[in-house]
């Protein structure tokens, strides 16, 4: 027995190590196996029961490691499942219609394969092999959806310590097919306006083609968001499960959007039959009350008015077409970022890029005039010119065969 130890009847074979007000740790005998209670500044943390006593030992001096450097994880939170993690989950950020489609994501992709599993057993691999399964059964897009709410989930573990690393962190999904977009020219968007049997809708057509605003930006616009020459967006509807939501624009990035003196006088006469309510709707359903839905717009009047220019036009197609007349008409990235409320203007350029003009056609013939020297000299060197046909001095044209030869 060491010196110092002692033993007395009736106590369990137990060992104590550490001074007061640090860690201390008890292994003790306990039927067939040994019990582990770990302490620290006189306060029970944890407690673990092994088969074999050498297991017990190294677990403890685990437990001291981690408590010295400051990495110590209760093993409840170690044990706690992605479920409960996502309990401390903010779902009510962004706007009405997120919230669904994150909530909507979770309960048919993220949950059922990840809940009941405790967050330090999500292994990289593991997403990997899932989220290929999501994009055979749906698609890329649904794929980086579900990655997105699964690595959101798994960030509170990472920044409350428990976990080193967010295991969805990494995880590649393949690309979705990028769709070009569609825009109308100018003949063909006053055409379509045209096309409309009434003045709102004709306005609609305009300020969404000109002004680039979402559906459910333009759909909550009032009277009062008339600023001479422009519109103000700060808020829009969205529909969620059939039920509309007014909140704040996309990303909160609110904005005023520049029209067409021509477009602004018009909306402006439309606006001043609302004189006396400023926060009349300049774009209501027919019964002049209700905010209109996309749907129901698009079916009855969208269309129709577009088969008569013989295609076929979405609402975010007038979006497109927005950008595509603005970068025309020499817009920079970062101007048509702001006119279309992109938070970042990389956004812009990833959805735009083939709309913006490209300089390489200039570049490649200011690389022929500067490179012309130098490629004379190739061919004379080389004799890539066949011939060259030169006059003496004397006047006599003389055609020869090495261009190297002079007169």
Known sequence: MADGATCRAGTPDAWRAGAAGTSSEVIEKRGDGYRVRLYHRGRHLASRTFRRKRDAEVWER?????????????????????????????????????????????????????????????????????????????????????????????????????????????????RTPRTEPAPLTHDQLWRLAGAMAGERDRLMILVAGYGGLRWGELSALRVSDLRNSAVRVSRAYSDVGGILHLGDVKDHEARTVPLPPSVARRLAKLAAQYADCSEQLLFPANNGNTPLRNKNWRRDKLTPAAETIGRTVTPHELRDTAASLAIDAGASVVAVARLLGHEDATTTLRHYAGLFPSDLTDIAKRLETKGRTARQRYELRTGDTPSVTRTPPNGEQLTIDDPQKTF
């Not at 409840?76 to 950020?93: K, Q």
């Not at 993220?110 to 599993?117: H, I, T």
């Open 62 to 174: 685990q437990q001291k490691d981690r408590l010295a450097l400051g990495t110590w994880v209760a093993q409840d939170d170690l044990d706690a499942t992605v479920n409960e993690w996502a309990e401390l989950f903010d779902w009510t950020s962004g706007q009405p219609g997120t919230q669904a489609k994150r909530r909507g994501i979770w309960d048919k992709w993220v949950e059922p394969r990840w809940g009941r599993l405790p967050a330090n057993q999500v292994a990289p691999s593991d997403v990997g092999v899932w989220i290929s399964g999501i994009v055979a059964k749906r698609s890329p897009s649904t794929a980086r959806q579900a990655l997105g709410v699964l690595r959101q989930v798994l960030a509170i573990p990472v920044s409350d310590g428990v976990l080193s690393r967010n295991p969805a962190e990494g995880v590649k999904v393949p």
